[in-house]
Each structure stands twice: as structure tokens, then as C-alpha cells.
């Protein structure tokens, strides 16, 4: 009996599929393995990470959204195989990047990290506070000393393009950063509640332990700073 | 009942059926979690066609568990009007209660529904009937710069389609004006009166480059088929012949704020009573915008939308179902709401009609048939977690009938007509 309903549903939903779709080539479907990441990148996720009208695909235009465009292809593997399984979990990821990332397999990631990283990138459009950019220019280059923070530059490479599991930050934007500073802040203190040997599943972003005293060392009005700086940069 | 979509939930096993499809949270869809504004990732989902995300495991062929493609909405509440009087007046207070079904989502990569049904009771008895529902086929070409959406719908009610939360059935109020007698001495366009499972109606849509947005649909009333309630306008049902929904728009984001300006209207042939009756025509035309600011935590929704309305009666009906041979209606809808942190806001609306007078149509006030009415609906609520909000209304008439003290011919002010309203709205 189960089968025969089955069958009957493979015919109909194959006559349909037959009569109405155009293929997996624009196909918006997350739950298919056979849809390529390319595919996925255009139909699905640029309409978080991208712009319209522009053959460009990964410089978003709500802040809420991260710049995927050049962004370094190690880091952008590491990120949705996080994603996916779980262990990046600030509420951004949990509301909109869970659901996405659910049922890719290694070969889309493999596909989305490589489309993703060769895309090119552009200066980011929004305005920031240049007395506050400027700030941010001498933590990004020095570091925040007294506290301990060394500069980003020294991982995140000069002009904060990134390097392999180190992601790339410039033209990010800044509400974004910001936000991510707030995370690896949050993570330090539960890692100084917890001895420094919090589980991954009490971290916001467990990858991200590197980052965590460096957040932790800046104080709001800094985190702002550095972030506003990071946007300015191409 | 207006507008509503479908929310998510903190259990991701066990959610509403699009952020199932999905596995995204309410916030991704809905403006700061308010349903049913949509932002503007809700927009392209609905005009893909509900096709992202998976699907039920019908053929094997998905990777993610099957689960029944079932939500369920149910809201409660307690309204309270400023003052009780004889029968056809505002009782002082009613029960609100409702529940709805939803179902639908991805059916193939380029066809999705959303179908919604609704049992209440908001003073009149229960009823069980179709609410909203389409069903959409679409695609999306993608290549070198050039971005064209275009589909097809099936759809029950005009403005169904709408995606930017400007037309009566998708507008920001979550708990219509719950006043369900004042509702009568409300004078509203044609446009604003349809209701689900009223019609039926077929259109066609492009959005280029998520830009420009161009609609036209035809409905008309049922004939044959599922059983449906009639289209009831003024005082009784209404049947149209095949009339003509339209949109144009253009919309634009920036950082975080998406901004849309456009038009839309309707041409409505209405037989009054029945079939067999001379034809009424009503010209509907809005122009419409809306604002929104969409970056965690702060969410600002904000929509304008004037609307005129010309209409004409057949001569074998002037002096019954109207006392003039044509007459006009304009609305001036606004609103903005805000919300922090998607928890806790509130929304302010406002909303004018004035129009010709007519006393036949509009026989509240004796002397003049004054349709004029104007209203300001201040909301604040509460969202403690995303399934659930908790919310007081308060809806205050500056001016009724076209009177802004005592009607002639009643003994009540419009200030009689405000309502208060409590409710609880959860979605799962």
C-alpha cells in the first residue's frame, strides 16, 4: 500500500517536475546534493550576500549580511562546515545561516568556498566617523598595548586581506565586525568563568579562541574604532 | 482577518512550515520577527515562489527528515469598547479568537504555495473557512548582471500577492480593527473589502533586478467549485465579473534601509445581492511606499498609502443600493512600527477616509451620509520568545460619519467607538 502511494507520488511529482521545472541549473532547492554550489550562490545566497544589478556576487549591501567576495577560501570552508554543524552559534548563524548550511555536503562547500573567494571585491559604499576610522588605524597597526593586544595586522596581514584559516576584514562592514568582536568578547568571559577550559558547546565561536583575549582587550569605544577602520579599507 | 505568516521556532524538529523549509528564523523573513511584514529576503521568497529551502521527503530524493508540512496560528484576546449601547451600537466587550492552518511551501524547484485556513470567532459565531491561499509558479534567471524574476499565480483574493505589506490583507495591524460593529460605520474602498475565498484570480508578475516590479491579475467570484463565503460589501454579498488587479514598483535597498514606491489598483464589476443584478463599477487606485531599517537591534517598518476610489452605480440602482449615480472614496492609510531587538515595540497608525456623501450608503449620520471617519491605532507588544507575542491595542476614532462629536441622528460620539484589545498571538 505505501509503496503503490509511493509510486503514485514519484509519477506525479516526476510528470510535474517534468512539466514545470527548469532544472537544477537555477534550482533554489537546500536539501538537493545535486545542485551545484554555483547554483546555490545565485539563486539562494546572494540575495543575503549580494547586490543586485552588479555580476558581482558577495558584496552585500545590508550590513547584517557579511561580504563574502574575496574572502579567503580556508575561512570560508571553516565557516560553513561551522555552520553546518552547529558549532558557530552567535544568534546571527543560528537565524540564518543553520537553515542554509543544513544539508550541504563537503563537494558544495568545497564549490561555495571557491566561487566565493575569486569573486572579486569592491570598497565598501557606507560611510563611517573618519576621527573614529583614524583611531582604529593605530590599533589595527599597534595593537591596544596595555592590554595586551597585539596588532591585527600581524594575522590579519597589512591591508587586512587574510591568509588561509585568517580571515580576510577588509571592506567588512562595520556593524558586522563589530558584532563578531562582541562574540569573541562574550566567549573570553565564559572562558574566565570556566578556567579557560570552556566546552565548544558554551562558545559562541569555538574556532575563534585566537580572538578571544584580543576582543576582550578593547574596550567598546575600540572595537567600534577598529571596525570602522577594517570598512574603509579595499 | 488580515495578514500573517509563518513564524519559526526555537525547536528546530518541530517548526512552522517555511522556517522548516528554510530552517531560518522568523527575523529572516519578518521584519524584526513582526509578522507579516516581510523584509526583503521575505519578499524574494514569496516572489520565488516559496521554492527555497527543501521539501518534504515525497521522493527520496532530499537529505533532511520528513516532516508534515502543517503549522498551526491561534490568537486570543479581549476587546473592549469605550461604551455600550443598543443593539447595532459597540457591544463593550467580545471574545477574539481564531485558529489557522497553514500549509504548503516547495512543491517542485519552481512551484510553492502558501495555503492558509481560519476558524474565529470576533463576535459573530464561528466559522471555518479558506483564508489567504496561492499557489506560485516561478523562476529566476541569473547571469552577467541581468536578474529577472517572473511567475504565476493562482490566488483567492486580490492583494494576496502583495509583498510589500501596503494593501488591507497584509498590513502591519496584527488584530484588524476589532471593533467588529464599528467596522459597519467604516466606511472602506471596494479594494479594502475582499476577503480570502471570495474570488478567484489568476496573475502574472516580473521583478528585474530586484528594481522594478510590474503585476496584473484578473479576479471574479466563484461560480462553481469549493465552497466559499460571498464577497460581502456595505450591507450585503457581492458578486464580480472578471476585474482586472494591478501593481507597478520600484525599490531600492540601501545599507540597511529598503525603501519602495509604486502603485497599485483595481477595477471591480460588482453585480449587488446577485447574479442577476445591473452592474456597479468601482475604480480603485493607490499610490503606495514604504520604508524599512533592518539591522539587528533596531527594526523601523513604515508604509503610506493613499488611495481614491471612484465608483458608479447602475441607473436601476441608484435610490436603493446608492443614493447617487457615482460617488468617490479617498483613504489615507499610515504606519510606522519599530521593535527592539525583535522583543519588545509597538506600531502607530493612522488611517482617513473621506468621501462624497451618500445616504443610502452611509446612513450612520442621518443628515449628511457623511462617510468621512478617522482613526489612530497605537499598539505596543511584546515578542518573548519568537513563536509567541503579547500585545495591547487601542484604536481611537477622531471622527465618524463625519462628525467629530455627536452624529445627527445618533446619540453617540465617535469616541464611543474606541477599542481596546489584549491579545496573545502564538504561532507553531
Known amino acids: ?234 | 482577518m488580515g495578514g500573517l505568516a509563518l513564524a519559526g521556532s526555537m525547536n528546530a524538529n518541530a517548526i512552522p512550515i517555511y522556517a522548516r523549509q528554510t530552517g531560518q528564523a522568523c527575523v529572516t523573513c519578518h521584519l524584526g520577527g513582526m509578522y507579516p511584514q516581510l523584509t526583503s529576503y521575505g519578499r524574494l521568497f514569496k516572489l520565488t515562489g516559496y521554492t527555497m529551502g527543501t521539501r518534504p521527503n515525497l521522493t527520496d530524493l532530499e537529505v533532511q527528515k520528513d516532516a508534515p508540512p502543517i503549522s498551526v496560528w491561534l490568537q486570543a484576546g479581549r476587546g473592549f469598547t469605550n461604551k455600550n449601547n443598543a443593539a447595532s451600537q459597540p457591544g463593550d466587550t467580545q471574545n477574539i479568537q481564531a485558529i489557522s492552518l497553514f500549509s504548503g511551501g516547495k512543491i517542485t524547484d519552481n512551484i510553492g504555495g502558501f495555503l492558509q485556513w481560519t476558524g474565529g470567532n470576533t463576535g459573530g459565531g464561528y466559522n471555518f473557512t479558506v483564508d489567504n491561499s496561492e499557489i506560485r509558479y516561478a523562476d529566476r534567471n541569473l547571469n552577467n548582471g541581468n536578474d529577472l524574476i517572473y511567475g504565476v499565480y493562482v490566488n483567492n483574493h486580490p492583494t494576496v500577492s502583495d509583498v510589500w505589506n501596503n494593501t488591507a490583507n497584509w498590513n502591519v495591524i496584527l488584530m484588524g480593527f476589532y471593533n467588529a460593529n464599528a467596522a459597519a460605520q467604516t466606511p472602506q474602498p471596494f479594494l479594502d473589502q475582499y476577503g480570502p475565498g471570495q474570488s478567484e484570480g489568476i496573475g502574472a508578475y516580473l521583478y528585474k533586478d530586484t528594481t522594478w516590479y510590474a503585476e496584473a491579475g484578473v479576479y471574479k467570484s466563484f461560480t462553481h467549485g469549493i465552497a466559499t463565503t460571498d464577497l460581502t460589501a456595505g450591507s450585503g454579498s457581492v458578486f464580480i465579473d472578471p476585474s482586472p488587479y494591478y501593481r507597478l514598483a520600484y525599490s531600492k535597498d540601501i545599507g540597511a534601509h529598503s525603501f519602495e514606491v509604486g502603485m497599485h489598483g483595481m477595477i471591480s464589476y460588482a453585480h449587488n445581492g446577485s447574479w442577476g443584478t445591473t452592474v456597479n463599477t468601482y475604480r480603485d487606485t493607490a499610490l503606495d511606499a514604504q520604508y524599512q531599517y533592518n539591522l539587528d537591534p533596531h527594526y523601523i517598518g513604515a508604509h503610506a498609502r493613499f488611495l481614491h476610489e471612484s465608483s458608479s452605480f447602475a441607473g436601476d440602482q441608484v435610490g436603493t443600493t446608492a443614493a447617487n449615480g457615482s460617488n468617490y472614496l479617498n483613504e489615507a492609510w499610515l504606519d510606522v512600527s519599530y521593535v527592539y531587538q525583535a522583543k519588545y515595540g509597538g506600531t502607530l497608525t493612522y488611517r482617513n477616509i473621506t468621501g462624497s456623501n451618500d445616504l443610502t450608503l452611509n446612513a450612520l449620520n442621518t443628515t449628511t451620509g457623511s462617510p468621512n471617519w478617522q482613526a489612530w491605532i497605537p499598539e505596543i507588544f511584546w515578542t518573548p520568545w519568537q513563536n509567541l507575542r503579547l500585545g495591547f491595542q487601542y484604536t481611537v476614532y477622531t471622527q465618524m460619519a463625519g462628525a467629530t462629536s455627536v452624529i445627527p441622528g445618533q446619540t453617540l460620539k465617535p469616541s464611543d467607538f474606541n477599542t481596546s484589545a489584549f491579545y496573545v498571538s502564538f504561532i507553531y
Not at chain 1, 551545484?36 to 545565485?42: D, F, M, R, V
Not at chain 1, 539562494?44 to 550576500?49: E, K, L, P
Not at chain 1, 596588532?151 to 567588512?172: D, K, T
Open chain 1, 1 to 234: 500500500m505505501k509503496h503503490i502511494a509511493k509510486v503514485l507520488t514519484l509519477s506525479a511529482i516526476s510528470l510535474a517536475l517534468g512539466a514545470c521545472s527548469t532544472g537544477l541549473d537555477k534550482s533554489r532547492n537546500l536539501g538537493n546534493p545535486a545542485v551545484s554550489g554555483n547554483t546555490l550562490a545565485q539563486q539562494v545566497c546572494s540575495i543575503c550576500h549580494g547586490e543586485v544589478g552588479s555580476n558581482v556576487n558577495g558584496n552585500s549591501v545590508n550590513p547584517t549580511f557579511p561580504n563574502l567576495a574575496g574572502q579567503q577560501k580556508d575561512y570560508l570552508v571553516a565557516e560553513m562546515t561551522e555552520f553546518h554543524e552547529h558549532t558557530r552559534k552567535d544568534p546571527a548563524a543560528q537565524d540564518m545561516m543553520w537553515g542554509i548550511a543544513r544539508n550541504f555536503t563537503p563537494k558544495q562547500i568545497e564549490e561555495l568556498a571557491t566561487y566565493y573567494s575569486k569573486q572579486p571585491t569592491r570598497a565598501n559604499p557606507n560611510p563611517v566617523n573618519p576621527a573614529l576610522a583614524a583611531e582604529g588605524a593605530k590599533i589595527f597597526n599597534e595593537g591596544n598595548l596595555d592590554k595586551g593586544v597585539p596588532a591585527c595586522m600581524g594575522c590579519h596581514g597589512s591591508n587586512a586581506e587574510g591568509n588561509g584559516p585568517i580571515p580576510r576584514l577588509a571592506g567588512q562592514h562595520q556593524d558586522y565586525l563589530y558584532k563578531q568582536l562582541m562574540a569573541f568578547n562574550s566567549d573570553e568571559m565564559v572562558e574566565e568563568k570556566e578556567n579557560n577550559n570552556a566546552k565548544d558547546d558554551d562558545l559562541e565561536r569555538p574556532h575563534g579562541v585566537a580572538m578571544e583575549g584580543i576582543a576582550h582587550g578593547l574596550d567598546d569605544h575600540q572595537k567600534h574604532a577598529v571596525a570602522a577602520y577594517l570598512q574603509t579599507l579595499k
